[in-house]
């Protein structure tokens, strides 16, 4: 499964050149995340951290920027998993206009328990349920 | 050879989690970036943008985040060119405090002229000389 | 007439102490600013820069900051016009969540031509048609 | 006694229109509260909140933006204190470009203990000679 959703390309997200500044394409699929956990998965990504005491931290990111983003345009973003191991997860972020990708991430995510310092910790069976509910065989 | 400068951790830089928000350390990249311009190449980062016409847009980015930041701390950027092509050049930054290496990226950036639409340029004899005192043989 | 519209509190609004960074209450501000010309006022804000040659610098900014918002927050936010000058007026923006108001923020924009340096207009008969449909005697 | 630090104004400040996004403005005011914990009160912000406890939330800012800043730009901020009340206190701080102002925001801070849900505390005699010396009758 694959889960999507849009956002508005900001005033406040553009740089002197007019276009998207490359962080806020980061910024921009941080909020990704946050919705695939509220909308997607179906756990509030407040609750996570502040109840359930998980959080995802970034180990590795790699991004390719395609072809630039401005004020105005509307962003359509995919996301899936491409791998879930055991305390870690790939995720594939993509944002488009119409048929032309913009930029896509593949962003290592780790599964943490942050009741204490941040640890990296198993993903246990109901968390690779969810998770796995997105995985796709990847295709790099 | 090697452009060094240190940063601080800002209180606006970190998340609820108390430690640096990862796009805020490609923001922290880019001041490395403009920094090197502007001390270490001798091309001030503002007139390259509005008088030579000249910029650095993001192509790819891979990034590992080794360990957190958290406010207060002092990070020593080092930045050399690993890459140097036709009309883009791979740069190297790397964030430490002390001995520990918290995060580095791999920046692809291309060499674009910005009078008119952006496009890809060739990388002419004189910027390759000042980019090339930076070029060390990549170790990845 | 008042303009409405919701936005959640996102992680990356937040800083080290849990609550949404003073600034980014503004950024909130401007994204609001944004939707009303879009979906209040019916000129897309991107064409009222790119294309009209307008925008709305800000002059003066006065913020009452009365309760500290969280991640996982939704706001309702209102805004109305308190006043139409010559060139420049104020505009009210209050966030909310549910009875309890959060921050409430009146600026001065100045109603400026971007078509050449940037220089304060008058703001003719058809934007005050468009700007009175929301103005309301302020309280303040 | 008078605060004064410089920043140069970065590419990542700026918006489409070339000139400083407003809440910009206020990221920098932030820093410069931040380097005057540092630098001229002589107490780290960090230890401020972390291992002190206490901080400064906003209650009421009012900024004046006067003329506008560019990417290159250097400002010179000044900081003083107009008022220590019981629990909370003005701080004006004011960004110059030579003998051109730029922008002067007043903020009401409030003392703020921080162990346990936030709330307003008496500033005692020792952080009031602290923050005292660099109190000057404003003029406004």
Same mark, same amino acid.
């Given at each position: 499964?694959?889960?999507?959703c849009k956002?508005?390309?900001?005033?406040?997200h553009?740089?002197?050149?007019?276009?998207?500044?490359?962080?806020?394409?980061?910024?921009l699929?941080?909020?990704?995340?946050?919705?695939?956990?509220?909308?997607?998965?179906?756990?509030?990504?407040?609750?996570l951290?502040?109840?359930?005491r998980r959080g995802?931290?970034m180990?590795?990111?790699?991004?390719?920027?395609?072809a *630039?983003?401005?004020?105005g345009?509307?962003l359509?973003?995919t996301?899936?998993?491409? &791998?879930i191991?055991?305390? @870690?997860? /790939?995720?594939?972020t993509?944002?488009?206009?119409?048929?032309?990708?913009?930029?896509?991430a593949?962003?290592?995510?780790v599964?943490?328990?942050?009741?204490?310092a *941040?640890r990296?910790t198993?993903?246990d069976?109901?968390w690779r349920a969810?998770f796995g &509910?997105?995985?796709i065989? @990847?295709? /790099?």
């Amino acid at each position: 499964m694959i889960f999507e959703c849009k956002k508005p390309i900001r005033f406040h997200h553009c740089d002197p050149a007019g276009i998207v500044f490359y962080p806020q394409c980061l910024v921009l699929c941080n909020e990704v995340v946050e919705d695939w956990f509220d909308h997607g998965i179906g756990v509030d990504f407040y609750k996570l951290h502040a109840e359930i005491r998980r959080g995802v931290p970034m180990r590795h990111l790699e991004v390719d920027f395609i072809a *630039p983003s401005m004020h105005g345009d509307e962003l359509t973003f995919t996301l899936y998993v491409a &791998r879930i191991g055991g305390s @870690s997860m /790939d995720i594939v972020t993509t944002a488009s206009m119409g048929e032309q990708v913009r930029f896509r991430a593949k962003q290592t995510v780790v599964w943490a328990d942050l009741g204490g310092a *941040p640890r990296a910790t198993m993903i246990d069976d109901e968390w690779r349920a969810r998770f796995g &509910r997105y995985l796709i065989a @990847s295709k /790099d």
